[in-house]
């Protein structure tokens, strides 16, 4: 198989050449895998899971990139081997019928070795070097190297049997791994193995406050730079999981993109967006205030829209959220079974805080999801101090920006100081924080809500009621009035007073208005009135008008008459009228 990416790179700019691990988060920490062609030693004390990581190399190697490996065991059997891994899915015999991988176990008797005389690992070298050819080996195992020179007291064949070994390995130019468990005032028993190779990785199996931690630290890598910090690694059923340490570079990609908390009152709140995607919520409050409700309810919403979510559950079981969200409508049931929501609930005393932040980060590469809900945060304080829980979740949140992933944590708030430090703690580091109150008044116990801080987006800086009903949950406005904030019961008998008096109210003006409407009439038809007198009035004016017009009509043309008649009487008495003649 062709070489990565990251080994070409390497290769081309001059540094060391190295050979992907295939072990989750391995790679990271190494910038690109262990030596290519060197020895490389694992060493850690019993338990602390020095043959699992190495069989792991071996077998990710065969099956992610093509590298035949050679395991040379000189403890356990090869059939005890196989059985030991069988639980983490590793088929051995398949590997080995195909010839990906060679098992050998090689039985070392102290006094055999003292009947030749002098110490030699000739024997080996035929042995291994047959190993390697025999399947064209790239990688090679030799567990545990103690048992090489069990009982051997000269440092100085030691030291000459053991830089001949590594030698022998580069010349076969194999990637090899060495493990060898850890001495009392050394790395190994001999304490000459970490000056030789080229890596040494030390594995760390502590218990503290009665809880199980595994640690892993690179201690050099000779010609490459490498993390430095302790790393918690995670063993399950899927192998070994390592967690990087969070980037101290604050360079991540942002969104502008809103998600819906599911709550359209408080998406309200927020500007009628919701939380930007990519972003970290904390809901905070005491116990009984709906923290996990708001929780339930924006996983609802995330996968309505066909977004996964990742519910961690570090309180109650995923049936008994399940049954409790039916109260108030919330039907997750129905995500369970579409695939867009899956549970990962483990009470926090399982695994000390790196374990847990190593098995999200793995669910979380598992399930791809692009919403994640903690509930709740504060419960992980039983395994670990204020700082310890806050330094966690710094890595978390780094992680889950650095995917574009958006969180929501839950934390209960009580009234003692360690809790408080911890609230405030957490809320300084999240991008969006809600924050849940009791309001005591009037015999009851209400629930206000406050949008503390939204980076990025205006908000609303008012307190609203939180309701929970059978159809979910809701944000109403409460009551201001001279005895102050009033919930609950007493916002609604104020509502209702106010309804009554704007009843009263409504009713008086409807009054009025009907009485001003009837004096509007009265007053209309008595202008009516006047109007009709005032046209009989002005109709009487003008048949006086018109009838002494018509007088002195009638009168002049009786006077016209009477001057015609004269003047025809005085033409008839003044000249006589000529008579005709008759023919």
């Not at 929970?468 to 008998?493: I, K, N």
């Amino acid at each position: 198989m062709a070489k990565s990416k990251m080994q070409l790179e390497k290769q081309s700019s001059g540094a060391i050449s190295k050979t992907l691990t295939g072990i989750s988060g391995l790679d990271e920490i190494t910038l690109g895998g262990i030596p290519t062609g060197r020895p490389t030693l694992i060493c850690g004390e019993a338990g602390s899971g020095k043959t699992l990581f190495s069989i792991e190399f071996i077998v990710r190697g065969a099956l992610s990139y093509d590298e035949p490996g050679v395991f040379m065991a000189f403890e356990e059997k090869a059939d005890e081997l196989k059985t030991n891994v069988a639980s983490l899915g590793f088929d051995l015999d398949k590997l080995e019928k195909d010839k990906k991988i060679r098992l050998d176990y090689v039985h070392i008797d102290r006094a055999e070795i003292e009947e030749t005389g002098e110490y030699d690992l000739e024997g080996l070298f035929i042995r291994l070097g047959y190993a390697i050819d025999s399947i064209g080996a790239k990688r090679v195992v030799l567990d545990t190297i103690e048992n090489l020179f069990s009982g051997m007291s000269n440092e100085g064949i030691i030291r000459a049997e053991i830089r001949r070994l590594f030698q022998f390995l580069k010349s076969k130019g194999v990637t090899a791994i060495i493990t060898g468990e850890r001495g009392e005032k050394s790395l190994t028993r001999q304490g000459l193995e970490e000056y030789v190779s080229d890596c040494v990785i030390l594995l760390d199996h502590r218990i503290i406050n009665q809880i199980s931690t595994r640690r892993l630290r690179i201690v050099k890598y000779r010609g490459s730079v490498h993390g430095t910090n302790e790393y918690p690694f995670l063993i399950d059923d899927e192998g070994i999981s390592v967690l990087p340490v969070t980037s101290l570079e604050l360079n991540k990609e942002v969104s502008s993109e809103s998600l819906s908390s599911g709550i359209p009152a408080l998406d309200k709140m927020l500007g009628n967006k919701g939380f930007y995607k990519g972003s970290s919520i904390l809901v905070s409050g005491t116990a009984g205030t709906g923290k996990t409700s708001i929780a339930a309810s924006f996983a609802d919403a995330s996968a309505a829209r066909n977004d996964k979510c990742l519910f961690f559950a570090f309180e109650e079981s995923p049936k008994q959220i399940i049954r409790n969200m039916r109260s108030i409508g919330i039907d997750l049931q129905q995500h369970v079974d579409s695939g867009y929501l899956e549970f990962y609930a483990s009470r926090p005393t399982l695994y000390g805080l790196e374990m847990h932040l190593v098995a999200i980060h793995k669910a979380i590469k598992k399930f791809k999801p692009a919403v994640v809900v903690l509930d709740p945060i504060t419960n992980l304080i039983t395994i670990g101090s204020v700082s310890e829980v806050k330094t966690m979740l710094v890595r978390l949140i780094d992680f889950l920006q650095a995917e574009q992933i958006t969180v929501m944590f839950t934390a209960l708030t009580l009234n003692n100081i360690v809790n408080e430090q911890t609230d405030e703690g957490v809320s300084s580091l999240v991008d969006a924080w809600l924050l849940i109150r009791d309001i005591e008044s009037n015999g009851e116990r209400n629930r206000g809500l406050y949008i503390m801080k939204s980076r990025g987006m205006k908000h609303s800086n008012q307190i609203r009621e939180f309701v929970m009903t059978d159809h979910g949950l809701d944000l109403v406005d409460v009551f201001l009035s001279e005895d102050g904030v009033l919930t609950g019961s007493a916002r609604e008998a104020r509502v209702l007073l106010e309804q009554t008096g704007e009843i009263i109210h409504a009713q008086a003006v409807s009054r009025k208005d009907r009485e001003l409407i009837r004096k509007r009439r009265i007053l209309e038809s008595k202008i009516e009135g006047l109007k009709s007198e005032y046209e009989s009035a002005e109709e009487e004016l003008n048949k006086v008008y018109v009838e002494e017009a018509l007088k002195k009509q009638i009168m002049g043309e009786t006077l016209s008459k009477i001057t015609d008649l004269r003047r025809a009487d005085v033409t008839t008495t003044g000249k006589p009228v000529a008579k005709t003649k008759k023919k």
